[in-house]
């Protein structure tokens, strides 16, 4: 409301060929003459109110612009370091220029939206420049996707390749309806058509290893402030959301600037 009368005594300031000061004074004698300047220039207050918040909204998207930049330049120049272990299932090429981490949910609509507008893209274009490691944040109100991640975890234990086919077989169009309605049914039926040794995931997927490790995933993920799916790590710079490729290229863009990657 504040906001808005300041707006309002500017519109009425532009409608008047009186002093700020003798408008201030009339204003404060007298409230009503707000009032009756608009109904006797409706047009052009409102055209001028719109003009004010056309160029406040300008400032303002300049302002939240120049913030982001310095603290992505801040992230660059103290970028987090999560844990890339030895057993890792790497998609791409481990030790590359570019490392992509994602903490992910099965049942998570964004997620799918992130791999296939994100990270798909820049292993296409990076080819062999990048690093991908899927990592665990399965929502408490998903109530499949823990056990989703149990069943990755147990497929990676037999190949990165049985992990990496599973996590796509996930990521397609229907498949998290089709988890959300037949559940661990049709997880079982993803790791069979994927080529899973039944027998040894189902051991796996009980296995204190696997859920502690997933529980790890977690940990560092809240120690990271994500909180949300998608949440990712572009060599260290998080990245809290699902935001389109672009923000991903600028993101090496600024990197490249400040003489942390070569491509």
Sequence with gaps: MKKFMTLLVAAVLMTSCVSDKQIKEAILKDPNLIADAIKKHPAEVMQALQVAARDARDVLAKRRESDEKKKLLESIDKPLNPEIRDDDAIRGTRGAPITLVEYSDFQCPYCTKGFTDVVQPLLDKY???????????????????????????????????????????????????????????YLKKLAKKVGGNMSKLAKAVKSKAIDDRIKADEAEARKFGIQGTPGFLLNGVPVRGAYPLSYFENILGLLKEK?????
């Design 259 to 263: 003489g942390k990657l070569k491509l």
């Design 127 to 185: 080819k062999g420049k990048v690093a991908f490691v899927y990592k665990h944040l399965p929502l408490s109100f998903h109530k499949e996707a823990r056990l989703a991640a149990k069943y990755y975890e147990g497929l990676r234990v037999q190949s990165d390749e049985l992990a990496f086919k599973f996590h796509d077989e996930l990521f397609k169009q229907d498949a998290q309806q089709k988890l959300r309605q037949y559940k661990e049914k």
